[in-house]
């Protein structure tokens, strides 16, 4: 049996996880689809060819009786209201990031999911299923580099809109490594600063860029993230855990090496999209894997609490230009 899908928003990446449900992934169908902009859905019934019923809202789609998971793509403020009603009617749900808008609302949904007594819910950070970050948490678990002392991290794009404003550099870019470097160390924040170097001539008024988070886990490792949205030259993702006994570096994408006027050189990557194109086809096929064994195990709603808390501080620093706490609660058992 096919695990029956709806979507609730059939933008850029809705319609792009419908394609992966419906022609890259297996045990999934699509049957229902929901948009703010009808016109949107039907384009992607049309374009799928999917026999997908088409509703009106996402509280619809959710009570439908052939629909038994839902994914959340829509805009981010409707994230919170979508899963506390995919939890009520007992339905998973896997929910692109941000879980919620607030850590308020991250917390309604894991004190929701508790009471409910059953995990419902898998946050979208792809991170955590792309065969790099893997390579780099199995060096750290197997103890390769002895104890992680300090990581060293970078999170460049070409370039923004200029809607994109200071506070995003946290929420919409660092939330990556907010949650992945939880993961990697097993490990949770304390504190955050953060650093204005000289700001890029490429960027604008309302978005100081680039930008250095500094962070410290409860451990003691120390981690810096340098934030650089207007690099120019390409979409770049770095990771290096210094251990107490030798280095570990995130691997780079695979590219070939040319040799061409004089110049040895590899081709950079551009679009984010594909440098985790295949943790978003993994990540999802973990999603409907899990829910066909009543047992997902991907990224948490805790997680998805988690990177909202430490977002927060690190906004909060910004702002002061302080070092600002991190308080997280202690992890439900719940949650493992």
């Not at 997908?52 to 009570?63: K, P, R, T, V, W």
């Not at 948490?300 to 230009?321: H, I, L, P, R």
Request: proline letters at 5%; aromatic letters at 8%; charged letters at 25%.
């Amino acid at each position: 049996m096919k695990v029956r899908v709806g979507v609730i928003g059939t933008g850029a990446i809705g319609a792009d996880h419908a394609r992966r449900l419906s022609k890259v992934l297996v045990g999934a169908e699509v049957v229902a689809l929901t948009d703010v902009n009808r016109e949107n859905a039907e384009k992607v019934k049309a374009n799928l060819g999917l026999n997908a019923e088409i509703y009106g809202d996402g509280h619809e789609l959710i009570a439908a009786g052939d629909v038994d998971a839902v994914l959340v793509t829509s805009w981010g403020p409707t994230h919170e209201e979508y899963v506390l009603a995919a939890i009520e009617a007992g339905k998973y749900v896997f929910c692109e990031k941000p879980l919620a808008t607030t850590a308020e609302g991250c917390r309604k949904i894991v004190d929701a999911e508790i009471a409910h007594g059953k995990r419902l819910v898998q946050v979208g950070f792809m991170r955590p299923y792309d065969a790099g970050y893997r390579l780099l948490k199995q060096a750290i678990d197997d103890g390769e580099i002895g104890e992680p002392l300090m990581v060293h991290c970078a999170h460049r794009n070409p370039e923004v809109p200029e809607a994109y404003i200071t506070p995003m550099a946290i929420q919409d870019t660092l939330v990556h490594e907010l949650d992945v470097l939880r993961w990697l160390l097993d490990d949770d924040y304390v504190s955050a600063q953060v650093i204005f170097p000289r700001t890029t001539r490429y960027s604008h008024s309302k978005l100081a860029d680039p930008q250095i988070v500094l962070l410290e886990t409860a451990k003691g490792v120390r981690i810096d993230v340098e934030v650089f949205v207007n690099c120019k030259y390409g979409y770049d993702i770095q990771c290096s855990v210094v251990g107490e006994e030798g280095v570990a570096n995130l691997p780079e994408p695979v590219s070939i090496t040319t040799r061409k006027e004089a110049k040895l050189s590899q081709t950079l990557l551009t679009d984010w999209k594909k440098r985790f194109i295949d943790a978003y086809d993994v990540e999802l096929q973990d999603f409907i894997d899990g829910i066909k064994v009543r047992e997902i195990t991907g990224p948490t709603s805790w997680d998805g609490f988690a990177a909202a808390v430490a977002s927060d501080a690190c906004v909060k620093a910004q702002e002061t230009g302080q070092i600002e706490a991190i308080n997280m609660p202690p992890r439900p058992p719940f949650y493992g």
